[in-house]
């Protein structure tokens, strides 16, 4: 018997990982290539994300039965069907269905359930899916939002700083910051601040969270604050629901699967309003998004007028 198999993708902006699954779900082979986000270079991320399922399909002896692509950047440059076509068009006409990076990670965290995926690392985003349809909190990037996410967590803690640094008052956040950006004052941060990219400003978060856990007020302050504000957004996309509402919260990203205070800020807030939620912390590998995907909408390419 001919073995069968299914291939989900996860296109972000770093890289992009294929994993093939038979269909019981059992991980066959992966791939791993360059980035996919498709709004920063159309071609090079269709290219990168045809990349890896060539990979797979020449190492795996079966029949793949479909490819999911979960794409960053695939909400701005919009048109998902011609997206999903022209991989088809790279990957042996394969069906292939085009979805957003996000939206893949809510298959994988919530294995095909209703419910919801908060996402904190670099950024931060609700996604929650409630009978097909998808309703979706925040997510508006490093400056009009990103709440709770690495890179607010350390944006919060930098204006903590300079706050106490203009008033000359003590500020644990003081000497953390002048360690890390090796430099002799506060007023100096700004300059280095303003030169570091997203994931490198997120990257300091760790450093605030291990600070707050050590006992120091301001640092203990930012995460309390950032844990509110994401805390707010579930309670939106909650309230947001059809009765009777899913309950089921999945939990991922750096800075939720590492910061167990901050988990547990969030989790406290949103039980006083919903009691009966539940959380969880989602680890696994997104491109298992292909194992849940219910929808039929596949698409092939065969000719350009069709795409």
């Given at each position: 018997?001919?073995?069968?198999?299914?291939?989900?993708?996860?296109?972000?902006?770093?890289?992009?990982?294929?994993?093939?699954?038979?269909?019981?779900?059992?991980?066959?082979?992966?791939?791993?290539?360059?980035?996919?986000?498709?709004?920063?270079?159309?071609?090079?991320?269709?290219?990168?994300?045809?990349?890896?399922?060539?990979?797979?399909?020449?190492?795996?002896?079966?029949?793949?039965?479909?490819?999911?692509?979960?794409?960053?950047?695939?909400?701005?440059?919009?048109?998902?069907?011609?997206?999903?076509?022209?991989?088809?068009?790279?990957?042996?006409?394969?069906?292939?269905?085009?979805?957003?990076?996000?939206?893949?990670?809510?298959?994988?965290?919530?294995e095909g359930d209703d419910g919801a995926l908060v996402i904190a690392g670099t950024g931060s985003v609700y996604n929650g899916l409630q009978d097909g349809h998808l309703i979706a909190v925040g997510g508006y990037?490093?400056?009009?939002?990103?709440?709770?996410?690495?890179?607010?967590?350390?944006?919060?803690?930098?204006?903590?700083?300079?706050?106490?640094?203009?008033?000359?008052?003590?500020?644990?956040?003081?000497?953390?910051?002048?360690?890390?950006?090796?430099?002799?004052?506060?007023?100096?941060?700004?300059?280095?601040?303003?030169?570091?990219?997203?994931?490198?400003?997120?990257?300091?978060?760790?450093?605030?969270?291990?600070?707050?856990?050590?006992?120091?007020?301001?640092?203990?302050?930012?995460?309390?604050?950032?844990?509110?504000?994401?805390?707010?957004?579930?309670?939106?996309?909650?309230?947001?629901?059809?009765?009777?509402?899913?309950?089921?919260?999945?939990?991922?990203?750096?800075?939720?699967a590492n910061n167990a205070t901050m988990r547990g800020l969030i989790e406290d807030e949103v039980k006083s309003k919903y009691p009966e939620a539940t959380f969880s912390v989602s680890n696994g590998e997104n491109?298992?998004?292909?194992?849940?995907?219910?929808?039929?909408?596949?698409?092939?390419?065969?000719?350009?007028?069709?795409?």
């Open positions: 018997m001919t073995l069968k198999y299914l291939i989900g993708v996860d296109a972000g902006g770093t890289h992009s990982t294929a994993i093939a699954y038979d269909m019981a779900g059992k991980e066959l082979g992966r791939a791993e290539g360059g980035p996919g986000q498709i709004n920063a270079d159309y071609e090079g991320g269709i290219n990168n994300i045809a990349a890896v399922v060539n990979e797979l399909l020449d190492k795996i002896d079966g029949d793949c039965m479909r490819v999911l692509a979960g794409i960053a950047g695939l909400s701005v440059v919009g048109n998902a069907p011609e997206v999903a076509a022209t991989i088809s068009s790279r990957i042996n006409n394969l069906p292939t269905r085009a979805i957003t990076d996000s939206l893949l990670a809510l298959y994988s965290g919530l990037g490093n400056i009009l939002g990103d709440e709770g996410s690495g890179y607010a967590i350390a944006r919060a803690a930098m204006q903590s700083a300079l706050l106490s640094w203009d008033k000359r008052e003590e500020n644990g956040l003081i000497p953390m910051f002048t360690e890390l950006l090796k430099v002799e004052t506060m007023g100096d941060c700004p300059a280095k601040f303003y030169r570091m990219n997203n994931s490198e400003v997120a990257g300091m978060a760790v450093h605030v969270a291990k600070l707050a856990d050590a006992g120091d007020k301001d640092a203990a302050q930012v995460i309390s604050e950032q844990a509110h504000l994401l805390a707010r957004d579930i309670l939106i996309g909650l309230d947001r629901y059809e009765d009777p509402k899913p309950m089921k919260i999945a939990l991922t990203g750096s800075v939720l491109a298992r998004g292909v194992i849940f995907d219910k929808s039929k909408d596949y698409r092939y390419f065969t000719n350009h007028e069709d795409r």
